[in-house]
């Protein structure tokens, strides 16, 4: 999934992709634009379910 992709899916801006994802604005301009991590786009795949993302505090 591309970082385009992504805010396509969500219908959002970098800033609302972070806020939903509960990192920086910052951190999401660190992506590469042709394939974002692969964790963040399971997240992003569930917040386009209408399921709430597993973050690091629930795993930790």
């Keep these: 999934m591309t970082k385009t992709d992504a805010l396509r899916l969500l219908d ?3 800033t609302q ?3 939903k994802l509960g990192i920086s604005h910052n951190a999401i301009s660190q992506w590469p634009e042709n394939k974002i991590p ?3 786009e399971y997240q992003i795949r569930d917040l386009a379910n209408g399921k709430k993302p597993i973050t690091r505090q629930q795993v930790v």
């Design 12 to 14: 959002c801006t970098v």
């Design 17 to 19: 992709l972070a806020e």
């Design 38 to 40: 692969l964790a963040r």
